[in-house]
């Protein structure tokens, strides 16, 4: 098992930049390629960037490429996404998540995660 618990959303205005951190424990160490996800109100959950095992690879989605980026501490078990360019569209509730799946670059942005966290809420005002 692996619990993983996201901090650093907050309220930003746009244009702004905040860094989310994903913490993961339990069994944890690099055998996780990593997510993460959002959910704005009223609509669904949607990737937003995947990192493999070692953080050497990385992938985002269109919305969020050039402005966003995820990396990785496998010292500290924790992953993080650094966003810049703040619009408030990004405003969600932002979930990281944890895949032992060897195909991370598929299974990730098609949201087949074997843990996630609880997410962390970021406002981008206007």
């Known amino acids: 098992q692996v619990q993983l618990v996201e901090s650093g959303g907050r309220l930003v205005q746009a244009g702004g930049s905040l860094r989310l951190s994903c913490a993961a424990s339990g069994r944890t160490g690099s055998s996780y390629a990593m997510g993460w996800f959002r959910q704005a109100p009223g609509k669904e959950r949607e990737f937003v960037a995947a990192i493999n095992r070692s953080g050497a690879n990385t992938y985002y989605a269109d919305s969020v490429k050039g402005r966003f980026t995820i990396s990785r501490d496998n010292a500290k078990n924790t992953v993080y996404l650094q966003m810049n360019s703040l619009k408030p569209e990004d405003t969600a509730v932002y979930y990281c998540?944890?895949?032992?799946?060897?195909?991370?670059?598929?299974?990730?942005?098609?949201?087949?995660?074997?843990?996630w966290g609880k997410g962390t809420l970021v406002t981008v005002s206007s």
């Open positions: 998540a944890a895949t032992t799946k060897l195909d991370w670059r598929y299974a990730i942005p098609s949201g087949d995660m074997d843990y």
